[in-house]
């Protein structure tokens, strides 16, 4: 009588008739082997998801300090050109004033105002 494969599992185990101690033994071993390894491979994937995840999460950290960073260095060359503009106009009134010899009457003077900026984003600090 032919008999198809049966599941492996402890229930499925039937034992040897002529008392083959031997041959259950290492039956047994390699089970408990079999058993130990699932385990381990199981305890191994955990860490490795675990892993996965907490490096997930550094990288999304890192991302938005990238960001962060970005914003913070428009905002410095949106200060370096305002800065290069008033040096600008600052050089222009010292060659006017002092290297050229003009002195502008005291009715022609005005006050510097900052030059419109209105492609600068204000922003709060």
Do not use: C
């Not at 800065?83 to 003077?109: C, H, K, T, Y």
């Amino acid at each position: 009588m032919a008999r198809g494969p049966r599941p492996y599992g402890a229930e499925t185990v039937v034992p040897f008739p002529n008392g083959s101690d031997a041959l259950d033994s290492a039956g047994q071993t390699i089970f408990s082997l079999v058993q130990r390894a699932a385990a381990k491979a199981e305890e191994d994937s955990q860490h490795a998801l675990a892993m996965a995840h907490k490096l997930s999460l550094q990288l999304l950290e890192a991302q938005e300090r990238i960001v962060a960073l970005e914003a913070e260095v428009g905002r410095s060359r949106d200060q370096v050109y305002r800065a290069e503009q008033w040096m600008q106009r600052i050089a222009a009134l010292v060659e006017q004033r002092f290297l050229n010899g003009d002195r502008p009457q005291a009715s022609q003077q005005r006050p510097m105002d900052p030059p419109d900026y209105p492609h600068v984003r204000q922003t709060s600090r």
